[in-house]
């Protein structure tokens, strides 16, 4: 397949000698070093130390807060409730009817009402780290407690408490999107319905750096500065002026080096406004950094999630319909900007994926908890609708007789761009070829024939797979139909080049551990035929950066990266320009390339320090209508559907009868995300999602007492995964170039999270399959297997 050209006619992405190489990390030779700059290493003169006082409740009225022993408390310098600092509330809207969407403010700090634990109540500052916890053990906080709502069946029960008045039921977001004609009597009509039912557990996405800000007043610029580790800096900066009523001009967000993030740091959190506010207060900088039990408590949690799923299939395995119906547990609060319908109304809108579903009917429900809230996670429900679809492929396949890889092979979709019943329409994809690839591996390798002889043993050993698309590039199309009033979608970026010929290019993305230093510098050089030592990449400074929507839903580099592309290219229409002038040629002859502009006859040449020369020392050179400076901005936005990464996962596991333990054997990845601007980088965001999904399949999951109290309070109780429990990953690439965005590269930060939990799911009941045991939630914990055997037996 070929990549399209873009819209100057330079050299398609690929050609060129950085497009698709694996370039070293530069970001590495600092980080590794020691010499990155995380939040908790900035330090400025008379900072001070925030930490908050929490709520002990999950829910209940606040009847009082006495701070006055914290005040004397030494080295506390002052301490915060709402009612001091009278700070607007943060609320998440969509543009639905309240029968839809019920919205809900979530106040900086509770006032009244606290709706579960961890819910901060007051800001403690003092001198230093120590003084601060002891300010925090002085603080006494009384409490009218209520009966908590701690699951979907208590929310959705008659009579239950309500977590917010205004939401009626516990019902956050109501949604009915498709109901295809006919519906049912496909159904009464089908030879093959299945039905599965699965559950997720709550998750952390527990980033390595935890939540901090450190926020000072430049007098000078008379500007409140929030250091603060976001994947959104923008829109921390507009709620922060919103919250505090400040001029937008009045805050500046910067973004130090970044720990991680994984979609918990791409909403705002109500502590970098209330820390923000003490900083004002005091006239001193504030930081505030959150500890690991805050982290795995108190912060935004994701996943937990209920689908209830019918399919009905043809005699010939062929999919009829699909009926779906899915509740997700949002927590106490919507998130801003995404709000409470983040999760099921992607759900909804994307659950048939990668099969061609004839008809499809789903509702999908949004429901609040006395629990912390819900942020979006790596994958946003992907991973749990590609688990329940490709659990309803495993059943339909054994109720009639297929093999589960072909019933798969008659479904997916092959005929490109395809529009589905959900109204999505798919840019062209690998799905078939991924997947026969991929079960090729596994049977070249010779695992189907272990199986078989570790059957004959009386050992468990099953294969699992799933295929699954990862929506890319959402524009402002995209996430406008989701009704949000905040609408997220194109990426602004400037290229400047000095007289130095060097360049500063800037992106309204932030990366978070995903090497854009290196790939965005990658497509700029490779652009204009540049050394990738000679540009420098500007991200997370709102001052800097005209404006842009951060980093999340695999975007960067679909969104980011084209908009790099584009504006790398108008600056070298304007060299060309320069140069055309000088020699007396047309501008489109002339060719770009290792700092060079080439004269297209005579093979002389012109570096693009002399051109700079001319366009900033010697203006009265420049060709008639040509401005002094070298900088050029663009604007990219997708205004169709996306573009779509996809992947099939293969995995073979083994189960222990005796301690329930699930061992993977062999782990294959097969991805498909368009043109690799840098292969290496893509199988380190391949494996560490794989990981992730693993993690999610088998060990963490965040409970919750009668009484709203979180189980996990620590890396004890909350099981992580270590590099002992996740296998060696073999990644296979296929490519199929994007048509729309300029690299022709197509996101793929999520889809290894995506595939793992089917993948190892399947693969587990593959391994059960002789036992009659089937399970279908996550995570499955030695217990669960153990205990799912019992009852069989």
């Not at 600092?30 to 990155?36: K, S």
């Not at 505030?288 to 019918?310: C, G, M, N, P």
């Not at 912390?372 to 309803?392: C, F, K």
């Not at 290496?680 to 693993?694: F, K, L, M």
């Amino acid at each position: 397949m070929t990549v399209p050209m873009t819209e100057h006619g330079h050299r398609p992405a690929g050609e060129g000698a950085l497009i698709g190489a694996s370039v070293g990390r530069r970001e590495d030779p600092r980080l590794l070093a020691g010499r990155g700059r995380f939040t908790d290493d900035v330090q400025l003169p008379g900072m001070l130390h925030a930490q908050f006082v929490r709520s002990t409740v999950a829910h209940g009225a606040v009847t009082s807060i006495d701070l006055s022993a914290v005040l004397e408390v030494p080295g506390v310098v002052a301490a915060f409730t709402a009612e001091d600092l009278a700070l607007a509330d943060i609320t998440a809207r969509l543009g639905r009817p309240l029968t839809e969407f019920v919205p809900t403010a979530m106040p900086v700090l509770a006032r009244d009402r606290v709706r579960y634990v961890g819910e901060p109540l007051a800001v403690v500052v003092a001198r230093d780290a120590y003084a601060v916890e002891d300010g925090l053990e002085a603080a006494r906080v009384t409490y009218e407690a209520r009966r908590p709502v701690t699951c979907e069946e208590q929310a959705l029960a008659p009579g239950a408490p309500l977590v917010h008045d205004e939401a009626t039921a516990n019902t956050l977001l109501d949604v009915s999107m498709f109901a295809s004609e006919g519906i049912d009597d496909t159904f009464d009509e089908a030879p093959c319905v299945v039905r599965v039912e699965t559950r997720t557990g709550r998750q952390n996405a527990l980033p390595l750096e935890t939540r901090g800000v450190v926020a000072s007043w430049d007098a000078r610029e008379e500007q409140l500065l929030l250091q603060t580790s976001t994947q959104v800096p923008h829109q921390v900066r507009t709620v922060a002026a919103r919250c505090l009523g400040l001029d937008e001009r009045a805050v500046r967000v910067l973004v130090p080096d970044m720990g991680g993030g994984f979609g918990q740091k791409c909403v705002v959190g109500r502590e970098e406004i209330a820390v923000g506010a003490a900083a004002l207060r005091l006239d001193r900088p504030v930081k505030w950094i959150e500890d690991r039990k805050d982290a795995l408590t108190a912060s935004f949690l994701a996943r937990q999630q209920h689908y209830d799923v019918r399919a009905a299939f043809d005699g010939d395995g062929r999919i009829l319909g699909l009926d779906a119906a899915i509740v997700c547990d949002m927590g106490a609060y919507s998130c801003y900007p995404f709000t409470a319908g983040i999760e099921p109304l992607m759900a909804s809108a994307e659950v048939p994926g990668v099969y061609k579903v004839p008809a499809y009917r789903v509702r999908a429900r949004a429901v609040t908890t006395n629990k912390a809230p819900t942020a979006p996670y790596r994958g946003v429900s992907r991973p749990q609708y590609v688990m329940v679809m490709e659990r309803l492929f495993e059943r339909a396949a054994r109720q009639l007789g297929l093999d589960p890889v072909e019933i798969r092979r008659r479904n997916l979709i092959t005929d490109f761009p395809y529009t589905g019943v959900n109204n999505i329409t798919y840019d062209p994809g690998s799905y078939l070829e991924s997947l026969n690839l991929c079960e090729r591996v596994l049977r070249d390798e010779g695992w189907y024939g272990t199986k078989e002889t570790a059957a004959a043993e009386g050992r468990n050993i099953g294969i699992g797979f799933s295929c699954f698309s990862e929506r890319t590039g959402y524009g402002s199309a995209a996430f406008a139909q989701r009704k949000m009033e905040v609408v997220p979608g194109f990426d602004i970026s400037e290229v400047r080049m000095d007289t130095s010929g060097a360049l500063v290019v800037t992106t309204g993305t932030m990366s978070h551990g995903q090497s854009h230093e290196t790939t965005m510098a990658q497509i700029a050089a490779d652009e204009l035929g540049l050394d990738i030592a000679k540009v420098r990449i500007h991200q997370g400074d709102t001052d800097r950066i005209t404006y842009g929507w951060g980093t999340f839903a695999s975007r960067s580099i679909a969104i980011g990266g084209s908009a790099i592309r584009l504006a790398a290219g108008r600056l070298g229409d304007k060299l060309k320009l320069i140069a055309a002038s000088r020699w007396d040629v047309p501008p489109e002859d002339l060719e770009l390339g290792r700092g060079l502009v080439r004269h297209p006859s005579d093979g002389s040449t012109l570096t693009y320090e002399e051109l700079a020369d001319i366009a900033y020392l010697k203006a009265h050179l420049l060709p008639k209508g040509v401005e002094p400076g070298l900088a050029a901005t663009a604007t990219f936005d997708v205004f169709n559907d996306g573009t779509f990464s996809n992947a099939t996962h293969g995995v073979v596991v083994e189960l222990h009868e005796g301690t329930g333990q699930v061992e993977i054997l062999r782990y294959v990845c097969v991805e498909d995300c368009g043109v690799a601007i840098n292969p290496q980088v893509v199988e380190g965001q391949t494996r560490g999602g794989i990981a992730q999904g693993i993690a999610g399949a088998l060990f963490e999951q965040v409970t919750y007492d009668e009484q709203g109290e979180p189980s996990a309070v620590s890396f004890m109780e909350y099981k992580v995964p270590t590099a002992q429990e996740i296998p060696e990953v073999s990644i296979h690439h296929l490519e199929t170039p994007c048509a729309f965005t300029e690299t022709g590269a197509k996101g793929v930060g999520e889809g290894g999270t995506i595939g793992a939990p089917a993948a190892v799911l399947n693969a587990v009941n593959d391994g059960l399959l002789r036992t009659g045991v089937e399970l279908n939630d996550t995570p499955i914990t030695p217990e669960t297997v153990v205990n799912a055997l019992e009852q069989q037996r």
